[in-house]
C-alpha cells in the first residue's frame, strides 16, 4: 500500500519561511519522479515543483522559482520542499505526488499515480 504523508504545513508571517516534507513508503522511491502541487480555495490544482527520480532534474512554477527548492533523499524516501520569502498568494493546501512514467507533462494532475493528503500553509499579511 504506497503512502504519501506530507508535514511542515503551518501559519507563518508574510517574507517567511517553511519547509515542506513528503515521506514515502510501500513503494520503489527511487523509481517515482516526486513533485508538490498546491491547491487555494476556491482554485484547481496547480503544480509547484518537480524533481526526477534522481534529483538532477527539477521544474518550478514561474511563481515560486528562485523562492523554492524541491529536493529528495532516496535513502530514506522523502522529497522536501524549501519554501522562502513566502506570500500571501502562496497559502494553499500543498500536496506531494509521485509518478513512475516519464510519458506525459510534469504540469498535469492526471500525470501521477499517487498523492497524499496535502498539508496547509498559510501565509498572513
Known amino acids: 500500500q504506497v503512502q504519501l504523508v506530507e508535514s511542515g504545513g503551518g501559519l507563518v508571517q508574510a517574507g517567511g519561511s517553511l519547509r515542506l516534507s513528503c515521506q514515502a513508503s510501500?513503494?520503489?522511491?527511487?523509481?517515482?519522479?516526486m513533485v508538490w502541487f498546491r491547491q487555494a480555495t476556491g482554485k484547481e490544482r496547480e503544480f509547484v515543483a518537480f524533481i526526477n527520480w534522481n534529483g538532477g532534474s527539477t521544474d518550478y512554477a514561474h511563481s515560486v522559482k528562485g523562492r523554492f527548492t524541491i529536493s529528495r533523499d532516496n535513502a530514506r524516501n522523502w522529497v522536501s520542499l524549501q519554501m522562502n520569502s513566502l506570500s500571501p498568494e502562496d497559502t494553499a493546501i500543498y500536496y506531494c505526488?509521485?509518478?513512475?512514467?516519464?510519458?506525459?507533462?510534469?504540469?498535469?494532475?492526471?500525470?501521477?499515480?499517487?498523492w497524499g493528503q496535502g498539508t496547509q500553509v498559510t501565509v498572513s499579511s
Open positions: 505526488a509521485a509518478r513512475r512514467s516519464t510519458a506525459n507533462t510534469i504540469l498535469r494532475v492526471s500525470s501521477y499515480d499517487y
Open positions: 510501500g513503494l520503489t522511491f527511487g523509481a517515482y519522479a
